[in-house]
């Protein structure tokens, strides 16, 4: 079955300090893969994506993620976080279903 | 942000009691979704349309009926309402099913059964 697994359910850091958030999926074919981030109280943002070309990838607020895929993972990176990142981040993949599947979701708590 | 609205945003009803959500969008976009969002589960895909009164179940859809009469709305209907579904229901919406798509997401609703 298809599957995504976020392995960090709740992440804090300061203010400046690098993040990496992990991300594996379970599907042996061509995946699209997803992050989004849900802000408090606000509804889903797509943040990056990757379909297929180079595995890293830029998204918006300077957040990258990088698709491995012998390693099954799309990890998201920030260098530097700021509190305004205070949020949920969910990874989504797309297997031949078509449909999007996505993980338990990792809330970040940027401490200023 | 997409054209996409979701109303009632906060509902508080009763077990048993019939409720529906409705989802419109300005996009004229094909596809429309309907997910719930519960704590340690993600998003998990409940109805999903692609067309005019065209639509097929999800993972959860056990519950949960959906209509779609025009292409701007997509209705989510929940036949007899149980505290299990006490949870904040997502509509998205795409362009098309294809590998390049992307799905964006509307405001939400948070329903509360008692």
């Known amino acids: 079955a298809q599957s995504v697994s976020q392995h960090n359910h709740h992440v804090i850091l300061s203010e400046a300090a690098s993040l990496e958030l992990g991300c594996n999926y379970s599907?042996?074919?061509?995946?699209?893969l997803f992050w989004y981030v849900q802000y408090p109280g606000q509804h889903l943002q797509l943040l990056l994506k990757?379909?297929?070309?180079?595995?890293l990838v830029k998204g918006i607020k300077g957040f990258e993620a990088e698709f491995i895929k012998s390693k099954f993972s799309f990890n998201l990176r920030k260098p530097s976080v700021q509190w305004s990142d205070t949020a949920e981040y969910f990874c989504?993949?797309?297997?031949?279903?078509?449909?999007?599947?996505f993980g338990q979701g990792t809330t970040l708590q940027v401490k200023p | 942000d997409a054209g996409i609205t979701q109303s009632p945003r906060h509902k508080v009803t009763e077990t048993g009691t019939p409720v529906t959500l409705r989802c419109h969008q300005t996009?004229?976009?094909?596809?429309m979704y309907w997910y719930r969002q519960d704590p340690g589960h993600g998003l998990r895909l409940i109805h999903y349309s692609y067309g005019v009164k065209d639509t097929d179940k999800g993972e959860v859809s056990d519950g949960y009926s959906v209509s779609r009469s025009k292409t701007e709305d997509f209705l989510l209907t929940l036949e007899s309402a149980t505290s299990s579904q006490t949870s904040v229901y997502f509509c998205?919406?795409?362009?098309?099913?294809?590998?390049?798509?992307?799905?964006?997401f509307g405001p939400g609703t948070r329903l509360t059964v008692l």
């Open positions: 990757y379909f297929s070309g180079d595995p």
């Open positions: 599907y042996g074919g061509t995946v699209n």
């Open positions: 989504a993949m797309r297997g031949n279903t078509g449909k999007l599947i």
């Open positions: 996009e004229n976009h094909r596809y």
């Open positions: 998205a919406i795409s362009d098309r099913a294809a590998s390049t798509d992307t799905q964006y």
